[in-house]
């Protein structure tokens, strides 16, 4: 088997031998026979991957990288202290001019408390509101970390049932809402959600707000994607709906390890009825980095330079795609613009986009201060290339979707076609697992049915599986008809449930 990116797959197939699915997160775990791309370095609006393959970075650090890769300035502070050491367990002075800033820049924020992760700061951010009220019902929605008990489109936390039962998702839904507040009047600690554009718009914001302040809720913003990136003040100043309590990440150091809870001085003071202590909350390479950066997001012509490029890139996108017919539609504002696809379609189109050596995320795309318009016209012409040659496609790929894809969460970074067939579980009549993995498929065909000459279409995927995706599709389709007219059941192994 040929693979487009080598030395990724080695590395992965390495990791497998001393990480538990060779990854160090969730978000990277694929099925049988995927590999994630490796990554090497990454400067201004690039990244490069261990093939030597250039990308246009969209992906960002998952939203965390908002100036750009490798910036001199922030990286040039963060070098000269480590010469004077990293980690004291004592504090530092510079937290309080990082709080000052943060305290300056995010409308809610009176007090500021800081940590390592996001995850850690919503768990926090939650227990502070149950602490504050004495109540124990979370109303939620989005996604919050790993450590809050929830239910979230990448599948469960690896918690126990009765752990979600304070819990409830109410899926930015505004009558499920109203009538959750009915139900747990006195019980609810307080409302915990994303106030994320590309979810839902301002009215629901207000709405959500009346519903706290009417029955004495805690009202927590998880602005770990939107804060310092929407706007400097994050989407509590552009919406201009103000939260209790607010958690912040990601954008707030351009890629080092930190995040923070702030807001409202009487809330933030039950902080400390409970129990938050890290070793590495103390860490001062993060809080450098992350004064810098913030420094750097409070200057004008950063602020126009975001402007400037997201306007170009959700402006000329929305154009072009209210012009054409392709399934798809814009989604979010223009500092956090976002294509929604048809059911299927994103799948194929982002593993375009990377073999065009376009970097983003699947749900969510970001950009930097170092991107320009010209990237963006690049990224728009790249689009138009694939998507015309996907339309082309219509017929094979809707059939293709809802045999393999349905139910398929695709991550943009996965070489996909090469792997397509690596994902067939095959089961025989009673049942039983005859085969799950990728390499051995090949030959597992030839010997379960040499009539209808699956070694002749497996060698065609092989060899048109860079160039001709068409021809992918017709003999994938076939394949499986083949399949499903044998009476050998096709399962898609795959943890996630969402769909693009
Ligand atoms: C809205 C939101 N909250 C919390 C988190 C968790 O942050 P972390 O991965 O830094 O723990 C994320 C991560 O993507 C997020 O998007």
């Not at 908002?66 to 202290?81: F, N, Y």
Request: aromatic fraction near 12%; charged fraction near 20%.
């Amino acid at each position: 088997m040929e693979y487009l990116y080598p030395r990724s797959y080695h590395e992965y197939t390495n990791a497998c031998k001393y990480i538990p699915g060779g990854v160090e997160s969730s978000t990277l775990l694929g099925s049988p026979g995927e590999y994630p791309i490796y990554i090497e370095r990454g400067n201004g609006q690039y990244v490069w991957d261990i093939d030597g393959n250039k990308y246009l970075d969209f992906l960002c650090g998952f939203g965390s990288v908002i100036i750009g890769h490798d910036v001199h300035e922030i990286d040039q502070t963060v070098l000269a202290q480590i010469k004077n050491g990293q980690l004291f367990g004592l504090s530092s002075s510079i937290q309080n001019t990082l709080a000052e800033l943060i305290i300056s820049s995010v409308p809610c924020a009176q007090l500021v408390r800081f940590m390592t992760n996001t995850s850690e700061a919503c768990l926090a951010a939650v227990q502070t509101a149950k602490m504050y009220t004495g109540r124990r019902k979370i109303l939620s929605s989005g996604y919050h970390g790993w450590l809050l008990p929830q239910k979230h489109s990448t599948g469960t936390s690896g918690l126990l049932k009765y752990e979600y039962t304070d819990v409830i998702d109410f899926s930015y839904n505004s009558i499920k809402i109203e009538a959750l507040f009915k139900k747990y009047k006195d019980e609810i600690a307080c409302v915990f959600i994303e106030p994320d554009p590309r979810l839902h718009d301002r009215n629901l914001l207000i709405k959500i707000k009346k519903l706290c302040v009417e029955n004495d809720s805690i009202l927590i913003f998880d602005e770990a994607k939107t804060g310092f990136r929407i706007s400097l003040g994050g989407a509590q100043e552009y919406y201009s709906v103000f939260p209790d309590i607010v958690v912040l990440g990601k954008a707030m150091s351009n890629g080092y390890p930190i995040a923070c809870i702030a807001g409202n001085k009487e809330y933030m003071q039950a902080i400390n009825s409970i129990w938050t202590a890290g070793t590495y909350h103390y860490e001062v390479s993060s809080i450098l980095a992350s004064i810098k950066t913030i420094k750097l997001l409070k200057n004008k012509n950063t602020q126009n330079s975001l402007d400037e490029v997201g306007h170009e890139w959700f402006d000329r996108m929305s154009l072009w795609i209210n012009k054409t017919k392709y399934p798809a539609e814009m989604k979010g504002i223009h500092r956090m613009p976002y294509l929604k696809f048809k059911n299927g379609y994103g799948t194929v189109f982002y593993h375009e986009l990377l073999q065009r050596g376009f970097l983003l995320h699947v749900d969510r795309w970001y950009y930097t201060v170092a991107h320009t318009s010209e990237n963006i016209l690049e990224l728009i012409n790249a689009m138009k290339d694939s998507m015309t040659e996907e339309l082309k496609l219509d017929a094979y790929e809707k059939v293709y979707t809802k045999l393999l894809f349905e139910k398929y969460f695709s991550f943009t970074f996965f070489p996909r076609f090469e792997i397509i067939y690596s994902m067939l579980h095959i089961y025989d009549e009673e049942g039983t697992l005859k085969h799950k993995a990728s390499k051995e498929l090949y030959p597992y065909f030839t010997q379960l049915d040499g009539k209808n000459n699956l070694d002749t279409i497996f060698c065609n995927i092989k060899l048109d599986s860079k160039y001709n995706r068409r021809n992918i599709m017709i003999l994938l389709l076939s394949t499986i008809q083949d399949m499903v007219k044998e009476n050998h059941l096709i399962m898609l192994n795959y943890p996630y449930v969402d769909g693009t």
